[in-house]
């Protein structure tokens, strides 16, 4: 059964909110809103990726079609440099965003820093009464909700259908039978069996989950990447390389990653859904059949794949915080998820999304769903996404071997204790 805000009650819904918020008066912003009627520009920074931000630029520019005298400003703000070009936009408020697309573990930081507008309050319900309770977390701060999420995700398992077969192996469920696997496909096909990267350590998350760890205990303000957990899977990352599982590279990891995947130079690679279309795009997935996708192989301990996502959130200091705010709730709305969800095999955030034909018929969603019901959820802290880069340096010493696991292990706790002040 259909469920949620269809387009046209949409609109109703949006323009009544607008003339909620006082007639003919100025916003919050100091936009004039004749009559309830939104106005200005909205300018929205995203971070999707190159094979996804044609479809959401083209999504965000149809909210002209509601507002017809709103004027939506597209920018596409790479991935890795987001972060802090956010933070400076917002710190100098200058040519910052009204609304951004912040990756989950940046919201925190942001709203601590006091740089987000609270989500309205009715808006604020409707994310804790209708969407997935794991999507919702990762919006709110000190109890308050600052960002909506727009979709949700995890890692898993790609894998080349013909090259396992051809080798005579099944997806692997373990790490060791990953190894196994790859000895098979080598002797077969001469080619690698997984593409591990290198350069980012959010790859490193399944291999220390795998061992029973994790970054940090945030309820115990203790840090935990440096305990024995966290040195076996410095020590798994190590082994994968060293014993010929897999290749790695230190730089440029997600062109290195997807290019030796799609050529079938590398039969496996771990990556989300937000590669799926990315990935439709190679040689060896012209039949997209030939593309599968298991669970992220388990540690000695278990399997475990982190909790990832991209939330939308309003810049507190934005000029049109109304239009702003219409323009988050329109993005994340029932009908706009379905859309890029058919279009992109990104997974939704709204719980009823998943009962609608077009993700229920989408075979990636359906894997991953169940993949980001059991996904490990990250510690929403502010200092998330500030632990990642000492992480990262220390992961690519120690997979590349210019460090010893258990140097890149004490290393790593060493940083993190200097960004988590008065942590154990």
Same mark, same amino acid.
């Given at each position: 059964m259909r469920r949620g805000i269809a387009a046209t009650a949409l609109v109703a819904t949006l323009a009544l909110a607008a003339t909620a918020c006082g007639g003919d008066t100025k916003g919050d912003g100091g936009e004039t809103k004749a009559g309830g009627e939104l106005s200005g520009t909205v300018t929205w920074w995203d971070t999707s990726n190159e094979a996804e931000k044609a479809s959401f630029q083209k999504i965000a520019e149809a909210f002209t079609a509601k507002h017809p005298k709103v004027t939506v400003k597209y920018v596409n703000v790479?991935?890795?440099?987001?972060?802090?070009?956010?933070?400076?936009?917002?710190?100098?408020?200058?040519?910052?965003p009204d609304v951004i697309r912040a990756d989950v573990g940046w919201v925190a930081d942001f709203a601590s820093l006091q740089y987000l507008d609270e989500v309205p309050a009715e808006t604020a319900k409707k994310v804790d009464a209708e969407f997935l309770a794991q999507a919702a977390a990762s919006g709110k701060y000190e109890g308050k909700t600052y960002a909506v999420p727009q979709v949700i995700d995890t890692l898993g398992l790609f894998y080349n259908k013909k090259m396992l077969a051809d080798a005579g192996v099944q997806p692997p469920k373990t790490l060791e039978e990953l190894k196994t696997a790859a000895a098979a496909?080598? #002797?077969? /096909?001469? +080619? =690698? !069996?997984?593409?591990?990267? %290198?350069? &980012?350590?959010?790859?490193?998350?399944?291999?220390?989950?795998?061992?029973?760890?994790?970054?940090?205990?945030?309820?115990?303000?203790?840090?935990?990447?440096?305990?024995?957990?966290?040195?076996?899977?410095?020590?798994?990352?190590?082994?994968?390389?060293?014993s010929g599982a897999a290749i790695t590279n230190a730089t440029d990891g997600w062109t290195n990653m997807q290019t030796a995947f799609k050529s079938g130079e590398a039969a496996m690679m771990i990556n989300g859904p937000?590669?799926?279309?990315?990935?439709?795009?190679?040689?060896?997935?012209?039949?997209?059949?030939?593309?599968?996708?298991?669970?992220?192989? #388990?540690? /000695?301990? +278990? =399997? !475990?794949?982190?909790?990832? %996502?991209? &939330?939308?959130?309003?810049?507190?200091?934005?000029?049109?915080?109304?239009?702003?705010?219409?323009?988050?709730?329109?993005?994340?709305?029932?009908?706009?998820?379905?859309?890029?969800?058919?279009?992109?095999?990104?997974?939704?955030?709204?719980?009823?999304?998943?009962?609608?034909?077009?993700?229920?018929?989408?075979?990636?969603?359906?894997?991953?769903?169940?993949?980001?019901?059991?996904?490990?959820?990250?510690?929403?802290?502010?200092?998330?996404?500030?632990?990642?880069?000492?992480?990262?340096?220390?992961?690519?010493?120690?997979?590349t071997g210019a460090s010893s696991p258990e140097d890149a292990a004490k290393s790593a706790g060493v940083e993190f204790r200097k960004i988590l002040k008065g942590w154990k």
């Open positions: 790479p991935y890795g440099d987001a972060q802090n070009k956010v933070k400076n936009a917002f710190s100098s408020g200058s040519d910052a496909i080598k #002797a077969k /096909s001469g +080619k =690698a !069996g997984l593409y591990l990267r %290198g350069d &980012d350590s959010y790859w490193f998350l399944p291999l220390i989950y795998g061992e029973g760890g994790d970054l940090v205990d945030a309820k115990n303000k203790t840090v935990t990447v440096d305990n024995a957990a966290g040195v076996k899977a410095f020590k798994t990352a190590r082994d994968l390389v060293t937000w590669a799926v279309a990315d990935s439709y795009a190679g040689d060896q997935f012209k039949d997209k059949a030939n593309l599968g996708i298991a669970p992220v192989p #388990a540690g /000695s301990v +278990k =399997a !475990g794949a982190p909790q990832g %996502g991209h &939330d939308l959130a309003v810049y507190a200091g934005s000029k049109n915080r109304d239009a702003a705010h219409a323009f988050v709730e329109y993005m994340t709305s029932q009908e706009v998820q379905v859309q890029t969800a058919k279009e992109l095999s990104v997974l939704p955030t709204r719980t009823a999304a998943y009962e609608q034909p077009d993700v229920k018929g989408n075979e990636m969603v359906q894997f991953f769903k169940p993949a980001v019901d059991k996904a490990v959820e990250r510690a929403w802290i502010p200092e998330n996404g500030s632990l990642f880069e000492p992480l990262k340096v220390e992961y690519t010493k120690a997979i």
